[in-house]
């Protein structure tokens, strides 16, 4: 921020430091701003939009990485992580085939145009039929969904996995190769070259700042601080709630179609869930990416909410935090009680959570 960049010119060879870290990390947003999209969609989290290529792809990296000594394998990979991956190659979570086409259909679609229809991997991974076609075949002719199938496919040896003719493994297989490359890129040429500019910058605050600087998000428990409230946006005032009256005014103007549809038994609640009941909140306290579910709590310890989210002013928290117009978003806990009660008629869970 301003004042660190102020301060640190007081001394040359710290601010000389400083600036060369900073840009470092230009240097390597620059790098990764050709393929942000691509990686997203071949080696980020896009790929989980479907459970069962997100299994599929374990396998084919589980088999794979196990080939070598943990110390060269991917960090999740390790001896000390993979029963990690293990069980969540084997949860018993329920997969909806519906689901599960909607979601393969939708990334074979970003993939398709990321790429270009006439690159020969998109040929490859969805042929001439299309991606709602090839979304249909990968995910009824799959057996991924059955545990003891992964059960099998768990015991074999890389060279034995290859020869499995189940499609979402093959789809696996045939995106592994250019996965990997984009991976290692964004690792060597991105997340390296940033960690060890955020160490420099993390080292030089807290010579400036000592104690009284902010502390980073290292996974460790935190706590923070803010008052739930409104901003001025671009179109006006935002408010720091959003109430049950406002979810179905939103479908009556703009549905049925996605993303403003609402299944039939939130449509029936429309004359049982009061109206004012408020579903979602904003705050200032900041939060970063791993901090949706934790638990808001008020000023007398009471449960108020989890944050599931914050808006789009918030996306510079990761560096620099400011509550001018960022805020968190947090599912109100009236709203959990509320729709448990009267939508989901799970008084038992209520009870259950309020310890009854």
Known sequence: ??????????????????????????????????????????????????????????????????????????????????????????????????????????????????????????????????????AVALVEGSRLADTAFREELMAMGLDALEGVSDPMLRLAFT???ASRALIDTYDDHVVAIEREAYDTIADARFMVFKTNDYPDATFTLRLSYGRIGGFEGDTGTVPPFTTAAGLWRRYELR????????????????????????????????????????????????????????????????????NERGRSVSVDARYIGAALRTVYHAQWLVDQLEGK
């Open 1 to 134: 921020d301003g004042v660190f960049r102020i301060r640190i010119t007081e001394d040359p060879e710290l601010s000389g430091a400083v600036d060369a870290a900073y840009d470092a990390i230009d240097e390597a947003q620059a790098a990764y701003e050709p393929i942000i999209r691509q990686h997203f969609l071949l080696g980020g989290s896009a790929l989980n939009r479907s459970d069962l290529f997100g299994i599929a792809r374990m396998l084919v990296r589980r088999a794979t990485e196990l080939e070598k000594p943990s110390g060269d394998r991917l960090p999740e990979y390790a001896d000390a992580r993979i029963s990690e991956i293990d069980r969540r190659i084997m949860t018993e979570a329920p997969i909806e085939p519906a689901l599960e086409r909607h979601r393969a259909e939708t990334w074979l679609g970003l993939f398709a145009e990321t790429w270009g229809a006439e690159h020969p991997l998109v040929a490859q991974s969805i042929g001439v039929a299309g991606a709602g076609p090839r």
């Open 175 to 177: 995106l592994e190769p």
């Open 255 to 322: 549905g049925p179609d996605e993303p403003f549809e609402l299944p039939q038994r939130w449509q029936n609640a429309q004359g049982v869930l009061p109206s004012d009941t408020p579903i979602n909140f904003i705050s200032d306290q900041h939060i970063i990416g791993g901090n949706s579910g934790s638990p808001v709590i008020d000023a007398r310890a009471r449960f108020v909410g989890l944050i599931f989210d914050g808006n789009r002013y918030s996306a510079s928290w990761g560096s620099v935090y400011g």
